[in-house]
C-alpha cells in the first residue's frame, strides 16, 4: 500500500508531485487559488473532490466534513504564508494576526495527528526557529519529535541556488534529526542551467504588447509536437518516459529597450555593467535597481526562481538569447519533468511556477520520510 500525503497551501503541486515521485499517494490537498488547483488536478490526477479550494480557514470550520481524508494520514505537508515573523516584531507568531495561516496550519496537524509533517517555508523564518518550536511542541502536546534544516536545492540535483527553511516531525518514536542527516549525506547528480535549458528550442521577442494569444514559431507555443534529446537531465527530470509535446514554451512581450539590454549584457551581470550604461533606464536609482535586469549564466545553477516572474523576467535573461526565461525552462530549473502542464494565463504560469517546491528537492525529502514508513 502506498502512504498517504494531504498537501496544505500546495500551490501547481510541485512539493506533491516530488512527494508522490518518492512513494506517496495524495489523497487531499487545499489552496486558496483555483488557477492554482486545476493545476494541481489536471497533473496530481487526483478527483476534484478531494482537492479543497479555498481558505484554509474554512477547511478548518468543515473539518468534519473532510474528516475521513486525514484519519490515519502518513504525512502532512505545506508551507503557510507567514507575514509577521520579523525580528523587529515583538509579538509572538503564533499570535500576529498577520499569521493566521501559520496557526491554522498547526490546527490541521493537532486535529489529524499524522505520523510525520513536513513545513516548508523561507530561510527567514529560522531567526525565530526557538519559538516555531515552542508553538509546535504546545499545539502538539510534545508528541512529536522535530528538527529543521536550511536547504540549498542546488545540493539536491536542483540546478537553481534556493535556500528555504524545511521542519520535519515525527511521532513513530525516531529522531528527525537523523532524517536530515541522511538527506543530506546522500549523493546527488549535479547540474547547471545549460543542462537544465540549452536543448529546447530557441524563441524570438513578441512584438506585440498585451497580446498572449500570438501563437509561432518564433515566440512559442503553448503546446507543440516536441522531439526531445534524451541529455541526463531530461532523464532526471523525466524519468523513462519519451514525452512527444513541448507545454508552455512560450515567449512575453518586451519594448525594444529591453531587447537591446537584454542582447548587449554579458552573461553573469546586472544592471550597474558598464555595457549599459547609455541605455539603463534607471541610472539614477542605481542603488535600488542593480538588479533589475541580470543575465543569466549558462555555467552556473539558476538565481532563485520566484514569483516576481509573472511581471517580467528582466531578472532572468537568457544567456544566449534576446529574451527572458519562458515558462518552461523556469519550470525545468525547478525540476518540474515536460509533461506537467501549466493552465491558465501566461504570467500566471510564472507565479505558480516560482512558488513551487523544487520537485526533485522535494523527492529527496519524501524519499528518506517513506523509508521509516
Same mark, same amino acid.
Given at each position: ?5 494531504? *498537501? ?6 510541485g512539493?506533491?508531485l516530488?512527494l508522490?515521485q ?13 488557477i492554482?488547483?486545476?493545476t494541481?488536478?489536471?497533473d496530481?490526477?487526483?478527483?476534484k ?5 479555498? *481558505?484554509?480557514k474554512?477547511?478548518?470550520?468543515e473539518y468534519?466534513?473532510y ?14 504564508p ?12 503564533i ?12 490546527q ?9 509533517f513536513?513545513m ?7 531567526k ?15 508528541k ?32 528527525s ?18 543542462d ?5 528550442p ?14 509561432n ?30 507545454y508552455n ?8 529597450? *529591453? ?8 552573461q553573469?551581470e546586472?544592471?550597474?555593467h558598464?555595457?549599459?550604461? *547609455?541605455?539603463?533606464?534607471?541610472k539614477t536609482r542605481n542603488?535600488i535597481?542593480k ?13 532563485t526562481?520566484t ?14 538569447q534576446?529574451r ?8 525545468r ?20 511556477i516560482?512558488n513551487?517546491v523544487p ?6 525529502i519524501?524519499?528518506?520520510?517513506i523509508?521509516?514508513?
Amino acid at each position: 500500500m502506498k502512504k498517504t500525503l494531504i *498537501d496544505l497551501f500546495s500551490g501547481c503541486g510541485g512539493l506533491s508531485l516530488g512527494l508522490e515521485q518518492a512513494g506517496f499517494e495524495v489523497v487531499f490537498a487545499n489552496d486558496i487559488n483555483p488557477i492554482c488547483s486545476d493545476t494541481f488536478i489536471n497533473d496530481i490526477k487526483i478527483d476534484k473532490d478531494s482537492f479543497f479550494v479555498g *481558505d484554509i480557514k474554512t477547511l478548518i470550520l468543515e473539518y468534519k466534513k473532510y474528516e475521513k481524508y486525514f484519519e490515519n494520514v502518513d504525512l502532512i505537508s505545506g508551507g503557510p504564508p507567514c507575514q509577521g515573523f520579523s525580528m523587529a516584531n515583538r509579538q509572538r507568531i503564533i499570535d500576529d494576526p498577520r499569521n493566521i495561516l501559520y496557526k491554522a496550519y498547526l490546527q490541521l496537524l493537532s486535529l489529524s495527528k499524522p505520523k510525520f509533517f513536513i513545513m516548508e517555508n523561507v530561510k527567514g523564518m529560522a531567526k525565530k526557529i526557538d519559538e516555531i518550536l515552542e508553538d509546535f511542541n504546545n499545539v502538539l502536546q510534545n508528541k512529536y519529535d522535530i528538527s529543521y534544516r536550511i536547504l540549498n536545492a542546488k545540493d539536491f540535483g536542483v540546478p537553481q541556488n534556493r535556500e528555504r527553511l524545511f521542519i520535519i516531525g515525527n511521532r513513530i518514536g525516531i529522531k528527525s534529526e537523523k532524517i536530515f542527516e541522511n538527506i543530506c549525506g546522500a549523493i546527488y547528480n549535479s547540474f547547471v542551467l545549460k543542462d537544465a535549458i540549452a536543448d529546447l528550442p530557441s524563441l524570438g521577442a513578441n512584438r506585440i504588447k498585451n497580446n498572449t494569444s500570438i501563437e509561432n514559431s518564433e515566440v512559442g507555443f503553448k503546446e507543440i509536437e516536441h522531439s526531445y534529446k534524451k541529455t541526463g537531465f531530461y532523464k532526471f527530470i523525466n524519468g523513462n518516459k519519451d514525452i512527444k509535446y513541448l507545454y508552455n514554451h512560450k515567449n512575453r512581450y518586451n519594448n525594444e529597450r *529591453d531587447l537591446k539590454i537584454f542582447s548587449t549584457l554579458p552573461q553573469g551581470e546586472n544592471s550597474l555593467h558598464y555595457s549599459i550604461s *547609455d541605455i539603463m533606464p534607471y541610472k539614477t536609482r542605481n542603488h535600488i535597481f542593480k538588479d533589475k535586469y541580470f543575465k543569466l549564466k549558462y555555467n552556473d545553477v539558476c538565481k532563485t526562481i520566484t514569483s516576481h516572474m509573472k511581471y517580467d523576467c528582466n531578472m532572468y535573461i537568457h544567456p544566449a538569447q534576446s529574451r527572458g526565461l519562458s515558462p518552461r525552462e523556469a519550470a525545468r530549473i525547478q525540476t518540474f519533468p515536460d509533461d506537467f502542464v501549466f493552465v491558465g494565463p501566461q504570467n500566471n504560469w510564472y507565479m505558480q511556477i516560482g512558488n513551487a517546491v523544487p520537485v526533485k528537492l522535494a523527492n529527496a525529502i519524501g524519499g528518506e520520510i517513506i523509508k521509516w514508513l
